[in-house]
């Protein structure tokens, strides 16, 4: 069939309704090729799509969903995409807010198509899981007012689609059906389209599909209401549809200017949706607010848009959308440790792997990905040098570095945008700037997740951690780059060291030479090398390869065991750096009372780091005798993190060396 209608489409004559369904079918049923279903969707674009042909397409994708309720007075808050503005995820944060305003939300989306960041791209830099099975959505609609429907998960079918979109990388008749398609089907609808002229066309879809109330908006450019202009209006309302155009004047909002209301990566567009919940008064709290409003007003909350941008505005000023932000963060978050506990090996590796399941599931995994890694020869390899322990007793750490080992087996080459830059970058030993400290030594952290946090954190602007940890004279730098748990990336690092001049620690899960030769590329000073991972002859290979690259390692370990492995490597006398983690591994908390007597273990002239743990200036007290203190969280989480990183340093300086 889509060969006919792709033949069809190209000479310009429109599919009908059957035929529109049957091509549809076949796509989702993977009976088309990628190079068919590419040239129908670039055939229907050049031709237009027609609102018979568009509700033959969302009929056969509403027959194949998977379906679940909504709760009475539902709405969704949705755009297209598509519209190339590079604004932040509008709809996602408006979301919050309607629902702390008292209308449950729907919210259906996908990852990121033809944007940066698509909206579970927004919950994942949140730490909140986007793809609950569907019964544990409904429980999310139905008690905690908001739930989000990813695509995949409901749209099982269109895995066949949905790499071939990706790759044409140019809006197509998708991105109109997606907000059409919430298998939820809420009565009340917020819908923004990128471009007016199918405005009307979704409206009538809208009200083929029974949908109670809608607005579909087009705002100066924008796939949802804008305050950079006017914004074209096409309501459904009591089966009636009627169009108008509102501007930002109308409810005493101030024009404002496209770059003020951009956003950009998920991480980024998460401290914008937490600016926006927490009040902060600029052009992306008015952009949300309008939209809020207007979601309040189709979902039948408000007499009109302006009445909703006040209980909008309410709902943030009074603290309850952020508050709702946070509820929904941890009340996802333990359907997803429930859920974890019983889900395949094979579905649990493809998730953001909870803390709990790192300690609980930690058994299957690490028999699973053994196995895997086992298949190739390099993968053997590089198990041959992993500790004993970490099989006999898997734990948090086994995971963490088989999930590594897959990573470096799946990559021909680690993805380096920089290395030229820094190949030839002066190096400051981490250990020379530690001993010239006044006091106690801090080095300073940057991650992008905390895995051992059931709080929701999103990551301060790394510049400014940047600029604080420089303006308040820390003595060195931690940049975590591990992908899969802490969300980390070698260019992260890479954006770190154009900033700052203070020596830097590339922190990874190190099990590979190849790994030590990425951090030297990206300018590193110092690599940590774990001991509780490696059996003792690939730590000595490990520090080897450093020292030839010119990187200082700092060994790190955990207890007596860990000590034990490390005074007796036969290249102990070149190392300088030992840090020494508070972190159970077994358990993920953290006691700082285990130093001193891991302290006492250590033999030679080394310099100690204390790891983990230090969360305000009393925990230094615990620190008598270290000659440095590696800080992450504490600084990062703080709501003021200059007052934070004051309060430690100042105190670290008044300490004896």
Known sequence: ???????????????????????????????????????????????????????????????????????????????????????????????????????????????????????????????????????????????????FLFAPTFHVLMKNVNSTRKEIGIPTLFNLLGPLANPANPPYRLIGVYKPSVAQTVANILRSLEVQHALVVHGNGLDEITNTGETIVVELKENKIFSYSISPAEFGIDLAEPDEIRGGGPFENARIALSVLRGESNPKLDLVLLNAGAALYAANMAENIEEGIKIARKAIISGKALSKLKGFHSFVNRLEVERQRTMSIASLRKTVICPESLVYRCTDLTVEMAKEIMISERGAQLLKGLDDNLFKSPGALTVIILTKILRLLSERKLNIHSQSRFNRHARRKMSDAILSAEGLAILGEFKNRIPSSKDLYIPPEPSLIAELYESYGLDGMSVIVEEDFFFGDPNLFTFFREKIDIPMLFKDFIVSEEQIRVAAELGADSILIISKALKQDRIEALIQESIRFGLEPIIEVHDGGDVEKIITCSNYD??????????????????????????????????????????????????????????????????????????????????KN
Do not use: W
């Not at 508070?582 to 250590?602: E, F, G, W, Y």
């Open 574 to 655: 070149i190392i300088r750096l030992v840090g020494i983690n508070s972190r159970n591994l077994q358990t993920l908390r953290t006691d700082l009372s285990i130093l001193p007597h891991v302290k006492k273990m250590i033999t030679g002239d080394k310099l100690l780091i204390a790891e983990s743990g230090i969360m305000g200036a009393k925990d230094l007290e615990a620190l008598q005798g270290f000659d440095a203190a590696l800080i992450g969280s504490s600084f990062l989480t703080a709501e003021r993190p200059a007052d934070k990183i004051a309060e430690i340093v100042t105190a670290a300086r008044r300490m």
């Open 1 to 147: 069939m889509i060969r006919e209608a792709i033949k069809q489409v190209v000479e310009g004559y429109d599919l009908t309704y059957s035929a529109a369904r049957a091509v549809m079918r076949e796509m989702m049923l993977g009976e088309a090729t990628s190079g068919q279903i590419a040239a129908f969707l670039t055939a229907m674009k050049m031709k237009g799509e027609r609102e018979h042909e568009m509700l033959g397409f969302i009929t056969e994708m509403l027959d194949n969903a998977v379906r679940i309720p909504s709760p009475p007075g539902a709405v969704d808050v949705c755009g297209t995409g598509g519209d190339n503005s590079g604004t932040f995820n509008v709809s996602t944060v408006a979301s919050f807010v309607v629902s702390a305003a008292g209308a449950p939300v729907a919210k259906h989306g996908n990852r990121s198509v033809s944007s940066r960041c698509g909206s579970a791209d927004l919950l994942r830099a949140m730490g909140i899981p986007f793809d609950l099975d569907p019964p544990y959505v409904e429980r999310c609609l139905f008690e905690a007012d908001l739930g």
